[in-house]
């Protein structure tokens, strides 16, 4: 794999978070229903989107006024995925583009009547995360404070343990889950973010097949397991609900309108939550900002696409009386 100029240190101004993250592109097809095995569907229709965990919420923090820097690694063919976070405001040198590998990229089923999405991904450049590419992350003289990982790319305990090392706070959303992670040094997160699949994979070692176990046993147990750790616990239709050694609170989701799509929905939830923490927002403060930025989203199509701005969101807020 040959790298590009664009592995220099990251620019030296105050960044304040470093978000370790995939970048995707997305095939998004509407159907009737989601494709059960061995059926054919015909798409009603189909776009193409800027995507990926890590992209999402880097681009969600932005969009909520965060200091925002991105570390990842496409192909020739994503570079603008690159360009449409810069011009969000992310700050993107860390951003790899190799043109031994192909971007990746997911393929999107949303369901047209509810929003619901089921989603394949192939890795791509995502899975190529070198560790020379995680030392140049943490040059000394990159200013972040939080470094932000989810699961979409490799090497993730090398970069835990690199912000342990540069002393940043470490914010870790375990999507989309696999039983490594229970392997991972997760004693070195500070903001654990998870929904309810991550939480049961945390607790009980894997996904649940049927169901899924009560909110209120998984938080309580992640809390006992980890102490010291803030635990956000995402819900869904169900809200939110964050637990930790400051305490506890919780937050009902909010509707704004028909869904239409939820595949950015967590993400943009997480990005806005994380920067109105960053910005020493009470706890509750946080969760309501971040609900109503998800109620947005899903009432538009496309992932990074679907992502309100800050504006929207604090006019949305003081209509409805939450400041």
């Known amino acids: 794999m040959t790298e590009q100029a664009n592995e220099a240190p990251l620019a030296v101004e105050q960044t304040g978070i470093l978000n370790f993250g995939s ?18 569907l015909a798409s009603a229709g189909y776009d193409v989107f800027a995507g990926g965990k890590g992209a999402n919420q880097s681009a969600a923090l932005a969009l909520a006024g965060a200091r925002v820097s991105h570390c990842g690694r496409i192909g020739t063919d994503g570079v603008w995925l690159r360009d ?77 343990q690199q912000a342990s090392v540069h002393g940043l706070t470490v914010c870790l959303n375990p999507a989309p889950f696999s039983p490594q992670i229970n392997s991972w040094p997760l004693e070195l997160v500070n903001l654990l973010i998870l929904n309810q699949t991550e939480a049961a994979g945390l607790v009980y070692g894997l996904a649940p097949t049927v169901g899924a176990p009560r909110p209120d046993v998984m938080i309580v147990s992640l809390c006992r ?34 869904v239409l799509d939820t595949t950015a929905a967590g993400d943009t939830f997480i990005g806005y939550f994380l920067a109105a923490r960053a910005d020493g927002l009470a706890a509750e403060d946080c969760l309501r900002r971040a609900a109503v930025a998800a109620g947005i989203c899903v009432t538009r199509r496309g992932a990074r696409a679907s992502i309100p701005r800050l504006d929207e969101v604090e006019t949305t807020l003081q209509r409805m009386s939450f400041v």
Do not use: M
Request: glycine share 12%; net charge negative; proline share 6%.
């Open 84 to 160: 449409g976070l810069g011009e969000l405001g992310v700050e993107v040198s860390g951003i790899v583009v190799d043109p031994g590998c192909r971007t990746g990229h997911a393929v999107i089923q949303v369901e047209a009547s509810t929003g619901e999405n089921a989603i394949f991904l192939y890795p791509g450049g995502n899975q190529l995360i070198s560790e020379a590419q995680i030392e140049t992350a943490f040059f000394p003289k990159q200013q972040a404070r939080i470094l932000l990982l989810q699961n979409e790319i490799n090497n993730t305990p090398a970069i835990l």
């Open 23 to 40: 970048l995707n592109i997305d095939h998004v097809y509407l159907v009737d229903h989601i494709a059960r095995p061995g059926e054919t």
């Open 225 to 258: 397991r980890w102490p010291q750790v803030d635990v956000l616990l995402t819900l869904g239709e169900g809200g939110a609900i964050l637990c930790g050694p400051h305490g506890r609170a919780r937050v009902d989701s909010v509707h704004l309108g028909p």
